[in-house]
T-cell receptor
Framework: DTAVSQTPKYLVTQMGNDKSIKCEQN?????MYWYKQDSKKFLKIMFS???????INETVPNRFSPKSPDKAHLNLHINSLELGDSAVYFC??????????????FGEGSRLTVL | QKEVEQDPGPLSVPEGAIVSLNCTYS??????FMWYRQYSRKGPELLMY????GNKEDGRFTAQVDKSSKYISLFIRDSQPSDSATYLC????????????FGQGTRLTINP
């Protein structure tokens, strides 16, 4: 039973389109994240939600809009896709925003290619 | 200067070799130090976790933290082909998991 699952795994789309990625975790965690990993493998945090409340919003274009309908789900919607948005987007979760174990549980990633 | 620097490699060694992976960092506020392993087309998974300075051993893996030098290491003994992956160091401030900063990752290949 997958702990953090995200769909779709692959997206190929044209510039200017809008796309969404969905994420669900069954670990009972309070905090969920979106990370972006570029072609050089840099993994950078984009957003974090704790119990449906946005707690981290890094310097991300406002074309990216996260939504957390409940603490087990975190979706990412991207408007007006650009070539530079091509990357692997990882959803992750952790036990509590104040947890200090540093253990993030990642999904398998959604590979977005913008043509 | 990046907060966390990690040599991206690639690093290729024969099976059975001792592997040393390293990261340096610039922010002295980091207190939590982690190594994540990422297999191809998969998400990262936590491999080792250390709080503050010192060593931690888990089977064939040893993590070392030297806060005075702002330098962390991961050693893999008796390396196996199944250890072939990208290894990412990550560091956190006392505020917790959401402040993790990752290194670029070192791609490691263990040749049979």
């Amino acid at each position: 039973d997958t702990a953090v699952s995200q769909t779709p795994k692959y997206l190929v789309t044209q510039m200017g389109n809008d796309k969404s990625i969905k994420c669900e975790q069954n670990l009972g965690h309070d905090t969920m994240y979106w990370y972006k990993q570029d072609s050089k493998k840099f993994l950078k945090i984009m957003f974090s939600y704790n119990n449906k409340e946005l707690i981290i919003n890094e310097t991300v274009p406002n074309r990216f809009s996260p939504k957390s309908p409940d603490k087990a789900h975190l979706n990412l919607h991207i408007n007006s896709l650009e070539l530079g948005d091509s990357a692997v987007y990882f959803c992750a979760s952790s036990a509590g925003a104040g947890g200090n174990t540093g253990e993030l549980f990642f999904g398998e990633g959604s590979r977005l290619t913008v043509l | 200067q990046k907060e966390v620097e990690q040599d991206p490699g690639p690093l290729s060694v024969p099976e059975g070799a001792i592997v040393s992976l390293n990261c340096t960092y610039s922010n002295s506020a980091f207190q939590y130090f982690m190594w994540y392993r990422q297999y191809s087309r998969k998400g990262p998974e936590l491999l080792m976790y250390t709080y503050s300075s010192g060593n931690k051993e888990d089977g064939r893996f040893t993590a070392q933290v030297d806060k005075s030098s702002k330098y962390i290491s991961l050693f893999i003994r008796d390396s196996q082909p199944s250890d072939s992956a990208t290894y990412l160091c990550a560091m956190g401030r006392p505020q917790g998991a959401q402040k993790l900063v990752f290194g670029q990752g070192t791609r490691l290949t263990i040749n049979p």
